[in-house]
């Protein structure tokens, strides 16, 4: 009987085993997969785009229905223009969230991004029949308006969201560009005011305030807030390249010489620092430098058009 009682034992500890081992490994993979996906997260949120990308690879890997983590390599796939890839991704996220409205407007961005732009505007629109309230539907819609030229519709998507959000940072920073485009200074200055009362310790705040008043050739507010991004985000690579130009603007061509080396030893495939720096060259009189400068840029960046039209108009 004692044998007995020792089989059934036997028998019963390999059965809890087999169906304990695989449990673990389950959560232990569960567990790896939440980790991935919080390292994915962090470079997202630095515009790490490729390398946040590759996390979530892993973590729909590990987990198929993992229905955020698809979202979220769409949106990486279309910050890096991989418009295709980002539609596919998607279609993953909307299998397990059909009627969620946030995959719906990335939706949209994707198909805009794609040329569907009857597609993009129906998905939008749909969204806004059943959330009226969706501040991401309107800016969707603006992103059309301008697509096709319409500033005035776009402001209108802009202003609808604002309403709604009266502290939202993209719409006033959005209106602030669309009145300056328009020639509304006045009004894309009291846009940018209201944006620094609410994120004046954000990079990008400045940074569009900077475009603002290079817009209205005011180079000395514009040079101020380049300043003040580039301080606040040390590797904001489109505040340096702006900062230069405004500097370019106001005929310090040396230090837009000195500020595009320092881009172009962070960056070398920087398109916009060779250029800048041999137009800098040229006005100083330095003529063979441009010329070295240029070439040089070409065969790092060759289908530079604008910096091929610059050397072949230097060299005759």
């Known amino acids: 009987m004692k044998m007995m009682n020792k089989k059934i034992t036997k028998v019963l500890c390999s059965l809890i085993l087999a169906s304990v081992l695989p449990a673990a490994a389950f959560a232990a993979e569960s567990k790896n997969a939440i980790k991935l996906y919080n390292q994915a ?26 229905s955020d983590a698809w979202f979220r390599l769409s949106e990486c796939s279309y910050h890096l223009g991989e418009f295709d890839l980002a539609y596919q991704y998607l279609g993953n996220a909307e299998k397990y969230e059909k009627n969620n409205s946030k995959i719906q407007n990335l939706k949209g961005m994707i198909l805009l991004a794609l040329g569907q732009i009857e597609d993009a505007r129906s998905i939008l629109n749909g969204i806004l029949k059943s959330y009226p309230n969706d501040i991401d539907a309107h800016f969707g819609l603006a992103e059309i308006e301008l ?3 319409k500033f005035s519709g776009a402001e209108n998507q802009y202003t609808e969201a604002l309403k709604r959000q009266n502290s939202n940072r993209r719409a006033l920073l959005s209106l602030a560009l669309v009145c300056a485009e328009t020639g509304r200074f006045n009004q894309a200055e009291k ?21 603002v008043y290079m817009m209205q050739a005011d180079y000395k507010s514009a040079e101020k807030h380049a300043r003040i991004a580039v301080e606040l985000k040390g590797n904001y690579e489109d505040a340096y390249e702006l900062l230069a130009s405004i500097l370019y603007f106001q005929n310090r061509y040396s230090e837009v010489i000195d500020l595009c080396d320092f881009l172009i030893g962070k960056n070398r495939k ?7 720096r041999g137009v800098a060259e040229q006005k100083l009189g330095r003529n063979d430098d441009a010329i070295e400068t240029w070439s040089t840029g070409l065969e790092i960046q060759p289908q530079d058009e604008l910096m091929r039209m610059m050397l072949e108009l230097t060299v005759k």
């Open 191 to 211: 846009y940018l005011r209201q944006a620094m009362q609410f994120y004046s310790g954000e990079a990008e705040v400045h940074y569009l305030a900077a475009i």
């Open 41 to 66: 997260v962090e470079l997202q949120n630095d515009e790490n785009w490729y390398e946040a990308s590759q996390y979530y690879v892993e973590v729909v890997d590990i987990n198929p229905a993992f």
């Open 147 to 149: 697509y096709e030229g």
């Open 270 to 276: 920087n398109s916009s620092a060779w250029y800048l």
